[in-house]
């Protein structure tokens, strides 16, 4: 794809540049026009859609989205350890609905800070648990099959992430800025995995290590052609 400059772009990346208003204006052609169908949100055919939304969901309803994400979910979980308002959240939500994670866990405090997250988290499953042990219990039950809880944290006897063939059915746990995984969470996980660092700082931030974790998980399963139906 090309953009006025010339540039190349990929197809997700259309407008690398503005326009100045995201999305689009009103179905053109007026009410006549409209098409039929219960996915068509009628506030947004008739004054424009200018939601953070990829054009195959334009002037469709959000509940129509979250049900069209439903049909191909991916088979990973991640989950966050929130004791101490960590801001990474929101940006890892908004990864995990980017990589179309199966849902997303808040572990700890009820309450983040949803800011990073740019509205992506009211399209995701988004469940809250009191502990990690509450965290386990529910992906050990879990409706469409037990679910392998990984830690991700680059702590002493972690795997290498980049060696280790994921499973399809597991949850990415992460902890927060600072102190990292708890010492529940270590001990409650299946396994911890850690990301090779070759600089001076000891890691690298949360969200970042999300991104990475996740995006292992996709390339190891995932169809990036989107053609193949669920990770
Ligand atoms: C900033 S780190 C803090 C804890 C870290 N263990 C330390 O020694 O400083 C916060 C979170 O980011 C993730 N993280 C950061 N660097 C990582 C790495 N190299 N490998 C895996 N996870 C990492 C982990 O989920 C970790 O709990």
Redesign the pocket.
Known sequence: MSDPDGEQRAPYDPMPHGPEEVGVGPWPGGHEAWPAGDQWDPALLEHGDRRNVVDRYRYWTMAAIVADLDTRRHAFHVAIENWQHDFNIGTIVRTANAFLAAEVHIVGNRRWNRRGAMVTDRYQHVRHHADVPALAAYLADHPAGPVTLLG????PGAEP?EATALPRSACLL????????SEQARAVCDGT???A?FGST?????SA?AAIAMHTWVRQHADPTGAGGRG
């Open positions: 991700i944290d680059n702590l992430l992460f902890g927060q800025e600072g102190p990292g995984l995995l850690s990301i660092q000891r890691s690298i931030n949360a290590a």
